[in-house]
């Protein structure tokens, strides 16, 4: 099992970035899939969950009307694009994957990817 995160990258507060995950080795069209992330000095928190079904995705409070989460079947790959970037969203941005449905708990993720970095400068 493999998820690779990638797109991070250092930008200013208020642009944009999309992150990508390419993921192999399981059935990626069961799982729901999942952006966390993890900041300086805090816990790792949800971002974003999508489920392996159409549906409403979840996404924390922090980050509602800013990120979008999506995925791609056929290519196995599951998206996060970030606009109006803030400062507080500096973090690493991992991608799990769980054979449950839109949970937001990282106990419920059995894969993780190794993150990438995201740095939002004022």
Not at 20 to 46: D, I, Q, T
Not at 54 to 70: E, Q
Request: contains cysteine; aromatic residues 14%; charged residues 15%.
């Amino acid at each position: 099992v493999q998820l690779q995160a990638s797109g991070g990258g250092l930008v200013q507060v208020g642009d944009s970035l999309r992150l990508s995950c390419a993921a192999s080795g399981f059935a990626f069209n069961g799982y729901a899939m999942a952006w966390f992330r993890l900041a300086p000095g805090k816990e790792r928190e949800v971002v974003a969950v999508i489920g392996w079904k159409i549906g409403n995705p979840y996404y924390a409070d922090s980050v509602k009307g800013r990120f979008a989460i999506s995925r791609d079947n056929a290519k196995s790959t599951v998206y996060l694009q970030m606009n109006s970037l803030k400062s507080e969203d500096t973090a690493v941005y991992y991608c799990a994957a769980s054979d449950y449905f839109l949970r937001t708990r990282p106990g419920d993720y059995a894969y993780w990817g190794l993150g990438t970095q995201v740095t939002v400068s004022s």
